[in-house]
């Protein structure tokens, strides 16, 4: 029998495309649970979320097997999809063509501990947008 033990966290952020200060507190909270679905279905999980109106952090804790940049591409995806599609009128005052996310990505790997926690209050301490 083959046993593996792993903790594998990463810091992901993500920003909007031209880092249009266009995300609202209720898109965070639909982001949240987008990602949340998402990440389940890659045998991940969301330890920590937020956002400012411009960009967003995820804290992901995920296995060895994965390929972490097809799964940033899927999360980039699907939550665009849905933020675009859920928020349409009011995302046109943004956007003239489907986009959303800028192209790249940040992401930092996280060891267990002093810097997991750091990370997470780092995130949670994001200043919400206003609106």
Same mark, same amino acid.
Request: proline share 2%; with cysteine.
């Given at each position: 029998?083959?046993h593996?033990?792993?903790?594998?966290?990463y810091?992901?952020?993500?920003?909007?495309?031209?880092?249009?200060?266009?995300?609202?507190?209720?898109?965070?909270?639909?982001?949240?649970?987008?990602?949340?679905?998402t990440?389940?279905k890659?045998?991940?999980?969301?330890?920590?979320?937020?956002?400012?109106?411009?960009?967003?952090?995820?804290?992901?804790?995920?296995?060895?097997?994965?390929?972490?940049? =097809?799964?940033?591409?899927?999360?980039k995806t699907?939550s665009s999809?849905?933020?675009r599609?859920?928020?349409s009128?009011?995302l046109? =005052?943004?956007?003239?063509?489907p986009?959303?996310?800028?192209?790249?990505?940040?992401?930092k790997?996280?060891?267990?501990?002093a810097?997991?926690?750091?990370?997470?209050?780092?995130?949670?301490?994001?200043?919400?947008?206003?609106?």
């Open positions: 029998m083959n593996a033990a792993f903790e594998i966290y810091h992901l952020t993500l920003q909007v495309k031209y880092r249009h200060k266009c995300l609202t507190k209720d898109m965070l909270l639909r982001m949240e649970s987008i990602f949340r679905d990440l389940t890659w045998r991940s999980n969301l330890i920590e979320f937020s956002g400012e109106s411009d960009h967003i952090h995820l804290v992901i804790e995920t296995h060895p097997s994965l390929n972490l940049s =097809q799964l940033v591409a899927n999360l699907v999809r849905y933020i599609q859920e928020y009128d009011y046109s =005052q943004y956007f003239g063509k986009y959303f996310w800028s192209k790249g990505y940040g992401v790997s996280i060891s267990r501990g810097d997991l926690t750091k990370i997470i209050e780092y995130v949670r301490n994001q200043e919400k947008p206003v609106r």
